[in-house]
């Protein structure tokens, strides 16, 4: 009986001892274990204008840079374009300095030359006529025909048309330009200027160039094809954000949160990455197909982002990969 009864102690005391360590285990659990998939942004990159694809300057596979040129299209029209405008902006800009300088010192004096010269034509017109008419009062209208005394006065008034029209213009020489030709001329140079700017940006936009890092998947056209804004030339998928897409359930939910850290673990990679937790939804939704989780897949989850650093440019997309959130940080 004795004996019995030793066994039934030692027996509760292993059972014991077993409670005590799966609780003791239980209560050493301090990581959030998720699994999901590298996301990748991409995007599809096309000319903005339609024209012929001179050159591409990447395959699949290559590593761009931002501001990196990837293709270009043939120029020529845009460059003579250009060339066109930039010429009509120095013509329009010597026509601003003249009229900014005003009449020359030489211009001045042709225009009082042309005045003195008008006096001295009024002068004679005047004498003649005055001539005629001596002598017809003279000889009492026997001596000069009436033709001859109406032609002198026609000549003398235009002698003095002409000579009011060359004091004007020795008046206008002298005060220059009006401002409002000078205004005009300037509206008329902001014009040209901003149709060579307009120019200088369709140039500049024959050339296809990288918005970030990234690395080109596909190249949809090639050398000699026809590019328009409907058509992608390349497919580029960007080296930076990276992210892991996981779902958590409202338990986890309660214990991880936006800036929190993360452990990466990647089959492949002999290293772990970090990351951070970028975005959580705040609508749940039912566990995708696709997801690994321990829960029923009817479970209600939230949708979380993982930011992960990857300098390295490791990660591929979709790659599976494992989220570590230790719950003792």
């Known amino acids: 009986m004795g004996k019995k009864v030793s066994i039934l102690l030692?027996?509760?005391?292993?059972?014991?001892v077993g409670f005590?360590?799966?609780y003791k285990q239980d209560e050493g659990a301090s990581d959030i274990t998720l699994y999901g998939n590298v996301d990748i942004r991409q995007v599809s990159l096309a000319f903005t204008q339609s024209d012929r694809?001179?050159?591409l300057e990447v395959e699949e596979g290559d590593q761009v840079k931002a501001g990196q040129v990837i293709a270009s299209l043939d120029n020529t029209i845009y460059a003579l374009q250009l060339q066109q405008s930039q010429a009509q902006i120095a013509a329009q800009q010597a026509l601003v300095d003249k009229?900014?300088?005003g009449a020359r010192s030489q211009e001045v004096a042709q225009a009082k030359a042309e005045v003195s010269q008008q006096q001295a034509t009024v002068k004679i017109a005047r004498a003649r006529l005055n001539r005629l008419l001596s002598v017809e009062n003279k000889t009492q209208g026997q001596g000069v025909s009436a033709q001859d005394i109406d032609e002198a006065r026609d000549n003398l008034t235009m002698a003095l048309a002409s000579l009011d029209k060359a004091k004007a213009n020795a008046s206008l020489v002298q005060e220059g330009p009006r401002k409002e030709d000078i205004a005009q001329a300037q509206a008329q140079l902001v014009v040209m200027q901003s149709q060579a700017d307009l120019l200088k940006e369709q140039l500049a936009r024959t050339q296809l160039v990288a918005p970030s890092d990234?690395?080109?998947r596909a190249r949809l056209l090639e050398p000699g094809d026809i590019a328009s804004p409907q058509k992608p030339v390349v497919s580029l998928a960007l080296t930076s954000p990276k992210w892991?897409?996981?779902?958590?359930?409202?338990v986890q939910l309660a214990s991880v949160t936006v800036g929190k850290q993360a452990r990466i673990i990647v089959d492949?990679?002999?290293?772990e990455l970090t990351g951070t937790v970028a975005f959580i939804s705040s609508v749940a939704e039912f566990t995708p197909k696709n997801v690994e989780t321990e829960d029923l897949r009817t479970s209600l989850v939230y949708e979380?982002?993982?930011r992960v650093n990857d300098d390295e440019n490791r990660l591929k997309l979709g790659m599976p990969a494992t989220v570590v959130f230790p719950l003792g940080d």
């Not at 030692?10 to 014991?16: E, Q, S």
């Not at 892991?244 to 409202?250: A, K, P, Q």
């Not at 492949?268 to 290293?271: Q, R, V, W």
């Open 304 to 306: 979380m982002r993982v």
């Open 268 to 271: 492949g990679l002999s290293t």
């Open 53 to 55: 694809i001179e050159s």
């Open 99 to 101: 009229l900014k300088a």
């Open 214 to 216: 990234g690395v080109v």
């Open 10 to 16: 030692v027996g509760l005391i292993v059972v014991a």
């Open 20 to 22: 005590y360590g799966f």
């Open 244 to 250: 892991i897409r996981v779902y958590v359930n409202e």
